[in-house]
């Protein structure tokens, strides 16, 4: 499943009539991941991955391969595969219904180059497996610095988890390291010495038990899914099940995989995490991988979006996220499901609009709060996210950029701030339309369960979405909001009885912002067609300008 944005697209066109210089290519980071993508990358679109491998906690390494099915965009003679230089790839083969044939393999710096029998024609289908091997990355501060997370439980036995998204999934595992192209399916089987179990993405479909003291976990994936989110959680875990009746009808699987020492905090945060899910279900529509599972795995990390799978690392506190405090909920968990929908269902094609996944994530955290607590609660929330905002690069600059390239506070708190401030514009039942049509963009996806609604998205997208659902032209909002990083001012004067209100703006964009301004007893909103409006105040009346704080502008 590939990203037809017309960004991507363009990405694509420029790397196939610009062969970027040899030297580039070998010396790319390996623990960065998206940015340009090369032609031969451009060329393919991954349809699944089988990946099966192998862990063995005590050499800290694993062993396995991956069959990679694709299909041909353009005429192809060679595979190009990306994969950390620290594993070894052992072998590839070309792989048919009659068997599988060696094919030559060279690697170049973080890439595997194969190549094929053949000039393989667009839109033929084709298979290669690669077997590889070693010590892959040790995380160096996971999940914000990834790779694999070797620890121990308070028992000693093994933790082991995934955490890759900054690094790309090839920190583990050979695959095309890009956020803009998906496998439809994917099928993932892990090997590991009992009493250890393996959760991963998807349905567990079955448990093979090998009778040496090793078990295989195989999990199929029925949704598409991006490389990073694919996840090893690996623990002598306990499992809390349950399950949740959809908003689209029927019910789905909810499993919690904790720690056993932690078996009983699992079991007192379960209904919570029951709650948030129907949260976002009457909020955004269902759950998008209902066909699946939804799961939460308890990890050594923090957390991350691992998609159906969860990385659950507060530890049962609800004090570990930004802004610090205990805000009456378990944000991490509340913050990494909303990646459900804002990140796995609707996935930014460049990591240049990556505030799609992290600035409505985190908006969703005030909504909570304003649902479950009141109003007032979530204005001091978004307050406390307001001092973290420091306006050094857009929200969303011109792509393509890696995720390394992007990665920094403004996506997720002025993010949010932007949807708060579009929420005043455009009022509740406009904005909350928007969400919801930026997540299904129609009421008919909302029924289809099976991965069928997954879609890549820009901020384009939500502009047009947003303007529809407005029913008018709010890309001047969006232009000085989250394309360029500087905030506007509201200058305010009073005059013989008039507050006089003037919005300056970088550039002078055009900004028709309304505000509210609080006289007296009462609140009204002042709509600043042209930028400017006076408003009667009586004398000895001191006029409380944005009252309830919708509006991002300098100086609060
Ligand atoms: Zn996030």
Redesign the pocket.
Known sequence: MRALSLAVALAALAASCRQLPLERQEHEDPYDSGGRLIAEQASYDVLRYELALEVFPEKRAIEGAVTVRARAGAPLSRLVLDLDPRLEARKAEWVTKGGAAPLDLERRGPRLWIRLPGTVQPQEEFSVRVAYGGAPREAPNAPWSGGVVWKTTPEGQPWIATACQGEGADVWWPCKDHVSDKPETMDIRVTVPEPLVAAANGKLAGVETHGDGRRTYHWTVSAPISAYNVALNIAPYRTIEGSLESVAGGSFPVVFYVLPGDYERGRELFPEILEHLRFYEELLGPYPFRADKYGVAQTPHLGM?HQTIIGYGAGFRRDVMTPRGDWGFDRLHH??L??EWW?NLVTNADWSDMWL??GF??YMQALYIEKKQDAARSRDYLAAMRKRIDNRQPVAPPGPLSAKGIYWGDI?FKGAWVLHTLRFLMGDDAFFQALRRMAYPTPDLERAAGGASCRFASTEDFVAIAERCAGRDIGWFFDLYVRQEKLPRLAAERRAGALELRWETPSAMRFPMPIEVRIGDATRRIEMPDGRAAVAVPEGTEPVIDPQAWVLRQGD
Do not use: K
């Open positions: 979006e913050h990494e909303s990646h990140g996944h992290e994530g985190t997720y």
